[in-house]
C-alpha cells in the first residue's frame, strides 16, 4: 500500500508537470521545447503508472522493508517533484523573458519609424540637393561639355556649376567642401548661392573668387573650408584664365601634352579678405581639352596604397580625346570604378570636361 501511495504522488506531481508544461507551450510558442519536455513527462508517468498497477496486482508482502525498492521508489516520487518544481519555477523566467520580447519588439518598431524618418528626411535633402546643380551642360558654340557627380553618401559636399553672364563668356567652378555628408551638403548649398550671385554680377576670376572667399569666411568655424577652382572662357577674344582657391585641374593641349592648372592661393574659407592673384590669360585653341575634377577622383585608392592621381586622369584623356565630352567623362568614370578598391567610394566624386571643338 506504501509503495501504491508514494508512486501515486509521483504520478500526480508528473501529471501536473506535464499539463504545465503544455500550458507553456500554449502561451509562449515553445513548441519544439516543451513538446519535448511535455513528451518525456508523460513516458515518465506511464512508467510510475505501470509501477502502481503491478504494485497493486503484486503486493510486495515480505519484501516491503527491501531498502533498494523504497530507495527506488522514493526517487521516483523526488524526480517527479523535481519535475514539478522545475516547471512552475521557470514560467516566472519565461514571463520576464516575454515582457523583454515585447518590450524589444516595441522599441524596434520605434527604431524602425525614426530610421524610414531620417531615410525620408536624408531622400528628401538628395532631391533638393539634386535640384540644384546643372541637370545639362549649357549649349554653347565651340565648346563640348560634360560632366559626372556621384556623391559617397545620400548627399555631396562637391559643387560644380556654369554661369554665362554674356553671350560670349563661360564661368565654370568646382568645389570641394571639406569631409561629405549632411554638413558639408549645407555648406555646399549655401556656397551655391554666393557663386551664382558674386559670377553673374563680376566678370573676371580674381574678384568673384576674392568675393566668394569672403563670403564663405564669415559662415564657416574654424577648420571648415572650401576648395574651388574658378575658369572663365572668353569666346570671343579666345583666352581662358583661372585661379585655383587649394584646387587645381588640367589643360590638355590637342597634341596630348597637359599642363596643371596650379592653385593660386588657401581653400575659401581659410583666410578672410586673402587677395588673390590676377590670373594669366591662356589661349583658347581647337582640340584643348580642360579638366576640372575633386578630390575624390585624384585620391580614389587602388591596389598597394595607390591613388588614381593626376597623371592617370591626364594620360586617360589625352588617350581618348576624340571621343566626345559626354563619352570621356563615362570612360573616366569606368577607370576610376575599376581602379578602386573599394566598392564604395569613400569621398564624393565630381568632373567636368570641356572640350574645345
Known amino acids: 500500500m506504501a509503495f501504491t501511495l508514494v508512486l501515486g504522488l509521483a504520478a500526480l506531481f508528473q501529471l501536473v508537470a506535464v499539463l504545465m508544461a503544455l500550458r507553456l507551450n500554449t502561451i509562449y510558442?515553445?513548441?519544439y521545447a516543451w513538446l519535448f519536455i511535455s513528451g518525456a513527462g508523460v513516458l515518465m508517468t506511464l512508467w510510475i503508472g505501470a509501477g502502481i498497477v503491478d504494485t497493486v496486482q503484486h503486493p510486495p508482502g515480505n519484501i516491503i522493508w527491501e531498502p533498494t525498492l523504497w530507495v527506488q521508489t522514493l526517487a521516483t516520487l523526488l524526480t517527479a517533484i523535481l519535475f514539478f518544481a522545475g516547471i512552475a519555477t521557470i514560467e516566472p523566467l519565461f514571463k520576464e523573458n516575454e515582457a523583454?520580447?515585447?518590450?524589444?519588439?516595441?522599441?524596434?518598431?520605434?527604431?524602425?519609424?525614426?530610421?524610414?524618418?531620417?531615410?525620408?528626411e536624408m531622400m528628401?535633402?538628395?532631391?533638393v540637393?539634386?535640384?540644384?546643380?546643372?541637370k545639362s551642360a549649357p549649349d554653347v558654340p565651340g565648346l563640348d561639355i560634360a560632366f559626372l557627380s556621384r556623391p559617397a553618401e545620400w548627399t555631396s559636399g562637391d559643387y560644380f556649376d556654369f554661369v554665362q553672364p554674356d553671350d560670349e563668356?563661360?564661368?565654370?567652378?568646382?568645389?570641394?567642401?571639406?569631409?561629405?555628408?549632411?554638413?558639408?551638403a549645407l555648406l555646399m548649398t549655401t556656397s551655391r548661392a554666393y557663386f551664382r550671385g558674386i559670377a553673374k554680377t563680376r566678370n573676371q576670376c580674381q574678384p568673384i573668387i576674392k568675393t566668394w572667399n569672403d563670403a564663405i569666411?564669415?559662415?564657416?568655424?574654424?577648420?571648415?573650408?572650401m576648395t574651388a577652382l574658378v575658369v572663365r572662357l572668353n569666346l570671343k577674344e579666345r583666352f581662358i584664365e583661372y585661379l585655383g582657391a587649394g584646387q587645381n585641374g588640367l589643360l590638355i593641349e590637342a597634341d596630348g601634352s597637359f599642363e596643371e592648372l596650379e592653385r593660386s592661393g588657401p581653400p575659401l574659407g581659410v583666410v578672410d579678405d586673402f587677395e588673390f592673384p590676377c590670373p594669366k590669360p591662356e589661349p583658347l585653341t581647337s582640340g584643348q581639352i580642360l579638366v576640372l575634377c575633386t578630390d575624390g577622383i585624384h585620391e580614389t585608392e587602388g591596389k598597394n596604397g595607390t591613388q588614381?592621381?593626376?597623371?592617370?586622369i591626364a594620360n586617360?584623356?589625352?588617350?581618348?580625346?576624340?571621343?566626345?565630352?559626354?563619352?570621356?567623362?563615362?570612360?573616366?568614370?569606368?577607370?576610376?570604378?575599376?581602379?578602386?578598391?573599394?566598392?564604395?567610394?569613400?569621398?564624393?566624386?565630381?568632373?567636368?570636361?570641356?572640350?574645345?571643338?
Not at 317 to 339: P, Q, S, Y
Open 308 to 312: 588614381f592621381g593626376t597623371r592617370r
Open 100 to 120: 523583454a520580447r515585447a518590450l524589444l519588439a516595441s522599441e524596434n518598431a520605434l527604431l524602425n519609424l525614426e530610421v524610414q524618418h531620417s531615410r525620408e
Open 316 to 357: 586617360l584623356i589625352a588617350t581618348h580625346r576624340d571621343l566626345t565630352a559626354v563619352e570621356m567623362v563615362k570612360r573616366l568614370d569606368i577607370e576610376v570604378r575599376n581602379f578602386a578598391v573599394a566598392a564604395q567610394a569613400h569621398d564624393d566624386l565630381t568632373a567636368v570636361i570641356i572640350k574645345v571643338t
Open 169 to 184: 563668356t563661360l564661368i565654370v567652378t568646382v568645389a570641394d567642401v571639406c569631409g561629405h555628408g549632411l554638413g558639408p
Open 124 to 127: 528628401l535633402a538628395q532631391r
Open 217 to 225: 569666411a564669415e559662415d564657416v568655424e574654424a577648420g571648415d573650408f
Open 29 to 31: 510558442r515553445r513548441r
Open 129 to 134: 540637393q539634386s535640384n540644384l546643380l546643372p
